[in-house]
C-alpha cells in the first residue's frame, strides 16, 4: 500500500521564532485532528531542521525534510549542506528539483540525477518534483517533458531505490499562482505517470510509488484532488506557512 503524505515546503519564509511557533501549532493541531494514516512532512529551511526534528521526537506521524541539498558526501563547496548531514541533523526528506530550483538555480535532470543518489546513499527519502510551463503545455509537449524528467533523473535507480522515492507532480503553471490544475487535469498527468513508471519497473512498483500533486493546493480543492485514484497527497507551499489551512489540508484526506 502507498503512503499518503502532505508535504509541506516552507521555501525562504519564516525567521527562527515564528518557524518555530508555526510547527508547533501544527504538531498540536495534526496530533488532535488528523485520522487515518497519512504521514505529514514539514520543510523548513535548513537551519530550523535540528529544532524541529527536536519538537516532533515522539510524533511518528511528522517528518521533517530539506529543500535541497549537494550531491557530494563532504568537500570544498562554500555554503552547501550534504545529505548525510541532513541525516545526522535528524532529517528524513529531502525536495529535489523544484521547479525554482530549476528556473533560479540551473538545476536539470543531469544535475539531479546525482543529488537522488547522494540523498537514498545518506538513508533519506527524495521528493522528486516534476512538471511542465504553461508555454510547454499549450505546444502539446508536456508528456514527453515529463517522461523525459522521470527517465533522466530517476530511472536510473534499480527497482529496490526506485520504491524509497516520492514523485511531486507540479505543474509550474500553478506554483504559487492561485491557478490549480482541475482533479482531471491532475489525475491525468499521474496517471501518466504511474504507467511510465510500470512500463519502467512493474505494476507492483508503480502501485506503490506516492504520487503528490502541487501548485495553489489549499483547504477548498485538497480534497477534490485528494480523492483521484493517483493523487496521493500533496506538496503544499503557500498554504503550509499557515497551520488552520495546512492541517486542514490533511485532514482533507478523510472528507
Ligand atoms: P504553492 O507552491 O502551493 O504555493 O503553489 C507549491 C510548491 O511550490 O511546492
Known amino acids: 500500500m502507498r503512503k499518503k503524505i502532505v508535504a509541506g515546503n516552507w521555501k525562504m519564509n519564516m525567521d527562527y521564532t515564528s518557524g518555530l511557533t508555526l510547527f508547533s501549532e501544527v504538531l498540536n493541531m495534526v496530533n488532535d485532528e488528523a485520522k487515518g494514516d497519512q504521514q505529514v512532512v514539514v520543510c523548513p529551511p535548513y537551519l530550523y531542521i535540528h529544532s524541529l526534528v527536536q519538537l516532533s521526537k515522539n510524533n511518528s506521524r511528522i517528518s521533517v525534510g530539506a529543500q535541497n541539498c549537494h550531491q557530494a558526501d563532504s568537500g570544498a563547496f562554500t555554503g552547501e549542506i550534504a545529505a548525510n548531514m541532513l541525516n545526522s541533523v535528524g532529517a528524513d526528506y529531502v525536495i529535489l528539483g523544484h521547479s525554482e530550483r530549476r528556473q533560479y538555480f540551473g538545476e536539470t535532470n543531469q544535475t539531479l540525477a546525482p543529488k537522488v543518489d547522494a540523498v537514498l546513499k545518506a538513508g533519506l527519502k527524495p521528493i522528486f518534483c516534476i512538471g511542465e510551463t504553461l508555454e510547454e503545455r499549450n505546444q502539446n509537449i508536456h508528456l514527453g517533458l515529463i517522461k523525459d524528467q522521470l527517465v533522466e533523473a530517476v530511472f536510473h535507480l534499480t527497482a529496490d531505490e526506485f ?82 489551512d495546512f492541517t486542514d489540508i490533511v485532514k482533507a484526506f478523510n472528507s
Open 163 to 244: 520504491a524509497k522515492i516520492v514523485i511531486a507532480y507540479e505543474p509550474v503553471w500553478a506554483i504559487g499562482t492561485g491557478v490549480t490544475a482541475t482533479s482531471e487535469q491532475a489525475q491525468e498527468i499521474h496517471a501518466f505517470i504511474r504507467a511510465e513508471i510500470a512500463a519502467k519497473y512493474d505494476a507492483t512498483v508503480a502501485e506503490n510509488t506516492t504520487i503528490l500533486y502541487g501548485g495553489s493546493c489549499n483547504p477548498k480543492n485538497a480534497a477534490e484532488l485528494f480523492s483521484q485514484p493517483d493523487i496521493d497527497g500533496g506538496l503544499i507551499g503557500g498554504a503550509s506557512l499557515k497551520s488552520r
